[in-house]
């Protein structure tokens, strides 16, 4: 099966930044695009970033252009999201998921995703 472990969340104070890894084990990494989602406390999951499988293309939501960039190793089977100037509404429950495609494509529809972690929690103080 295949297995994605998401670490790097925490508390951190508005302006400061984290960086979010996501281990990917159990088949070949190379084959599936990847993306970052996120999930607020009565809200619904909202798309936050995406990467192709070869990590040529990337695209991301309005809101963390310029502030959030994905990227991927695909020798060590990790996802990346480095978060900087991080603002209190970005505080959510981060999960990376995984989707078989053909190369050079990106996907910001959740439905289109065939694995997902667990997630970890990034909260931003005022």
């Known amino acids: 099966q295949v297995q994605l472990v998401e670490s790097g969340g925490g508390l951190v104070q508005a302006g400061g930044s984290l960086s979010l890894s996501c281990a990917v084990s159990?088949?070949?990494?190379?084959?599936?695009?990847s993306g970052w989602f996120r999930q607020a406390p009565g809200k619904e999951r909202e798309f936050v970033a995406a990467?192709?499988?070869?990590?040529?293309?990337?695209y991301y939501t309005d809101s963390v252009k310029g502030r959030f960039t994905i990227s991927r190793t695909n020798a060590k089977n990790t996802v990346f999201l480095q978060m900087n100037s991080l603002k209190p509404e970005d505080t959510a429950v981060y999960s990376c998921?995984?989707?078989?495609?053909?190369?050079?494509?990106?996907?910001?529809?959740?439905?289109?995703?065939?694995?997902w972690g667990q997630g970890t929690q990034v909260t931003v103080s005022s």
């Open positions: 998921a995984l989707r078989r495609s053909t190369h050079g494509t990106v996907s910001s529809t959740a439905g289109e995703y065939d694995y």
């Open positions: 159990g088949d070949t990494f190379s084959m599936y695009a």
């Open positions: 990467i192709s499988r070869g990590g040529l293309n990337t």
